[in-house]
């Protein structure tokens, strides 16, 4: 007998082929960047020949397009391609600190931490141990859907409740609460870039840093946790019901003694890294506090956060994999790394094109324009920093429906919104939180999301009717919940203006702007 679930809603249904449809006929990411590349020098055309303006706010100064279809156009696309790929700021940070988690991930020490996080978990405390395992995975995010999403799947089966409501409760954490964790993940320094970029289209000299959004993060860490709990027990479990299905539950291995160590290992290691970082951070005259100003928001460390992270995984996972004995020399290690690099063999393409969006946008001053009549207008409706970014985060969830990746959608949106919102006031961190809400709470009901028909997969086992509409109707509860705990937490840190994260402010001058 088939576990029962209940159908979707027709309408909905509805709403949800189109979503697909649209999805599906969008082209590949990095084929929609070539073709907004290709349009933005079209458009710097038909712009400087309609002769459209703004005046810069405080300079008074008259901003108008620059065609690049041009020979000085032409000129400045050919010389400038290979700068733009290379000096496009998200790829070295991207590439560097997942050079540090291939190595982690392949020694085992990041599954063998989520296995022993869950398998320690008291039974009051389960749901929330998975959820919270979920938001923690998703540091290294394809750990999470390809472990501990099944593997929840498996312990919720062993110990007597349905493991579609397990298997639930480990997404939610993993896709839909992807942008909150306790630690810096890969997705930090790639949005940070992406920010950095699009801010200095008004500001040249602006600097985003990975940590930008930590503070709020990590506070969201816990809050998401919980409400993945709630609804887990209180929505779905309920609605699922007893599980009748066929497949027995497996035994679940404890960890080995080999695991173990090499588990106490790896925390020594970050203990003693730990105590380094602090040795150079506290004192007055510390070696890693800025040595101009002795400050540390704007130290070296800060700085080379993306570096610490590097470090840190890689000496963890080797240590993890000596006393585990899961890397047998140097050559093991290596090969992590280059595993860690073969999955960016796609990311790479887009970036390329990416890249040349953006410059392209940059250099015709479009986004400049665009900026200043938006904010303009956005000032004459008078809605405040809470309605603004309401609208903002929903914005976002929407748009997510129909383009699942998280940076791929960042970089055509920040050049937009960042400068238009530093008109008004709003820092680049807080637009950049405020897409990271919207773009997280979807990420579960997105049939466009990457892994999506994977969990469809895993839900099959289970449920051999389940299909798009079974994992949306189970995964819908959490994408509410959510969207309304961080909109409600994002509320509280506008009225008392709290910094996102270090040297991160909510709020930053704002500039008079339209006539």
Same mark, same amino acid.
């Given at each position: =007998?088939?576990?029962?679930?209940?159908?979707?809603?027709?309408?909905?249904?509805?709403?949800?082929?189109?979503?697909?449809?649209?999805?599906?006929?969008?082209?590949?990411?990095?084929?929609?960047?070539?073709?907004?590349?290709?349009?933005?020098?079209?458009?710097?055309?038909?712009?400087?020949?309609?002769?459209?303006?703004?005046v810069m706010p405080r300079t008074g100064e008259?901003?108008?397009?620059?065609?690049?279809?041009?020979?000085?156009?032409?000129?400045?696309?050919?010389? *400038?391609?290979? #700068?733009?790929?290379?000096?496009?700021?998200?790829? !070295?940070?991207?590439?560097?600190?997942?050079?540090?988690?291939?190595?982690?991930?392949?020694?085992? &020490?990041?599954?063998?931490?989520?296995?022993?996080?869950?398998?320690?978990?008291?039974?009051?405390?389960?749901?929330?141990?998975?959820?919270?395992?979920?938001?923690?995975?998703?540091?290294?995010?394809?750990?999470?859907?390809?472990?501990?999403?099944?593997?929840?799947?498996?312990?919720?089966?062993?110990?007597?409740?349905?493991?579609?409501?397990?298997?639930?409760?480990?997404?939610?954490?993993?896709?839909?609460?992807?942008?909150?964790?306790?630690?810096?993940?890969?997705?930090?320094?790639l949005l940070a870039g992406l920010s950095e970029?699009?801010?200095?289209?008004?500001?040249?000299?602006?600097?985003?840093?990975?940590?930008?959004?930590?503070?709020?993060?990590?506070?969201?860490?816990?809050?998401?946790?919980?409400?993945?709990?709630?609804?887990? *027990?209180?929505?779905?479990?309920?609605?699922?019901?007893?599980?009748?299905?066929?497949?027995?539950? *497996?035994?679940?291995?404890?960890?080995?003694?080999?695991?173990?160590?090499?588990?106490?290992?790896?925390?020594?290691?970050?203990?003693?890294?730990?105590?380094?970082?602090?040795?150079?951070?506290?004192?007055?005259?510390?070696?890693?506090?800025?040595?101009?100003?002795?400050?540390?928001?704007?130290?070296?460390?800060?700085?080379?956060?993306?570096?610490?992270?590097?470090?840190?995984?890689?000496?963890?996972?080797?240590?993890?994999?000596?006393?585990?004995?899961?890397?047998?020399?140097?050559? #093991?290690?290596?090969?992590? =790394? !280059?595993?860690?690099?073969?999955?960016?063999?796609?990311?790479?393409?887009?970036?390329?094109?990416?890249?040349?969006?953006?410059?392209?946008?940059?250099?015709?001053?479009?986004?400049?324009?665009?900026?200043?009549?938006?904010?303009? !207008? &956005?000032?004459?409706?008078?809605?405040?920093?809470?309605?603004?970014?309401?609208?903002?985060?929903?914005?976002?969830?929407?748009?997510?429906?129909?383009?699942?990746?998280?940076?791929?959608?960042?970089?055509?949106?920040?050049?937009?919104? +960042?400068?238009?919102? =530093?008109?008004?006031?709003?820092?680049?961190?807080?637009?950049?939180?405020?897409?990271?809400?919207?773009?997280?709470?979807?990420? +579960?009901?997105?049939?466009?999301?990457?892994?999506?028909? &994977?969990?469809?997969?895993?839900?099959?086992?289970?449920?051999?009717?389940?299909?798009?509409?079974?994992?949306?109707?189970?995964?819908?509860?959490?994408?509410?919940?959510?969207?309304?705990?961080?909109?409600?937490?994002?509320?509280?840190?506008?009225?008392?203006?709290?910094? &996102?994260?270090?040297?991160?402010?909510?709020?930053?001058?704002?500039a008079p702007v339209g006539g």
């Amino acid at each position: =007998m088939e576990t029962p679930t209940a159908p979707p809603q027709k309408g909905f249904a509805r709403f949800l082929g189109v979503i697909e449809r649209v999805g599906n006929a969008l082209p590949h990411p990095a084929t929609l960047f070539a073709l907004f590349a290709g349009l933005v020098i079209v458009f710097s055309w038909v712009f400087s020949l309609l002769d459209i303006e703004a005046v810069m706010p405080r300079t008074g100064e008259v901003i108008r397009p620059v065609n690049l279809v041009s020979t000085e156009g032409l000129h400045l696309i050919l010389t *400038e391609m290979i #700068d733009n790929f290379t000096g496009f700021a998200p790829l !070295g940070t991207v590439l560097v600190a997942l050079l540090g988690i291939g190595v982690a991930e392949r020694s085992g &020490l990041i599954g063998t931490s989520i296995r022993l996080l869950v398998l320690s978990a008291p039974p009051r405390l389960l749901t929330f141990v998975i959820v919270f395992a979920g938001i923690l995975s998703n540091t290294a995010s394809e750990v999470g859907y390809v472990l501990l999403v099944p593997l929840s799947a498996i312990i919720f089966l062993a110990v007597g409740r349905h493991p579609i409501a397990g298997l639930a409760a480990a997404f939610a954490g993993v896709s839909g609460g992807y942008s909150a964790n306790l630690l810096l993940g890969t997705i930090d320094p790639l949005l940070a870039g992406l920010s950095e970029e699009a801010a200095r289209i008004i500001d040249p000299t602006y600097l985003v840093n990975p940590a930008a959004n930590y503070y709020f993060m990590f506070v969201s860490t816990f809050f998401i946790a919980a409400a993945g709990t709630w609804v887990t *027990e209180k929505i779905v479990e309920p609605r699922l019901g007893a599980f009748k299905g066929e497949v027995e539950a *497996e035994e679940i291995h404890d960890l080995t003694a080999d695991e173990r160590r090499g588990l106490w290992w790896a925390l020594a290691s970050i203990i003693a890294l730990t105590a380094l970082a602090l040795w150079g951070l506290i004192p007055e005259g510390g070696f890693l506090r800025d040595p101009e100003t002795g400050g540390v928001l704007r130290s070296p460390f800060m700085q080379g956060i993306v570096a610490v992270i590097f470090i840190s995984a890689s000496v963890a996972g080797i240590a993890y994999g000596l006393a585990a004995k899961t890397l047998k020399s140097d050559a #093991d290690v290596m090969k992590g =790394m !280059g595993d860690a690099m073969s999955t960016l063999g796609i990311y790479m393409v887009l970036v390329f094109f990416a890249a040349q969006f953006v410059a392209y946008f940059k250099w015709t001053n479009l986004g400049l324009i665009f900026a200043i009549n938006g904010a303009a !207008g &956005l000032q004459a409706l008078n809605l405040g920093p809470i309605p603004l970014m309401m609208l903002f985060i929903l914005l976002s969830a929407v748009i997510n429906l129909a383009m699942g990746s998280a940076s791929a959608k960042w970089a055509i949106m920040a050049p937009v919104f +960042i400068p238009m919102f =530093m008109l008004l006031g709003y820092s680049p961190e807080l637009v950049q939180t405020a897409y990271r809400i919207g773009d997280s709470t979807t990420n +579960i009901i997105s049939p466009m999301m990457s892994y999506f028909a &994977l969990i469809i997969a895993f839900v099959e086992r289970y449920d051999k009717k389940a299909g798009i509409g079974t994992v949306v109707a189970t995964m819908l509860p959490y994408t509410f919940v959510f969207l309304v705990i961080w909109m409600i937490l994002l509320a509280v840190w506008l009225v008392f203006g709290l910094p &996102l994260g270090p040297g991160a402010p909510m709020f930053i001058e704002a500039a008079p702007v339209g006539g």
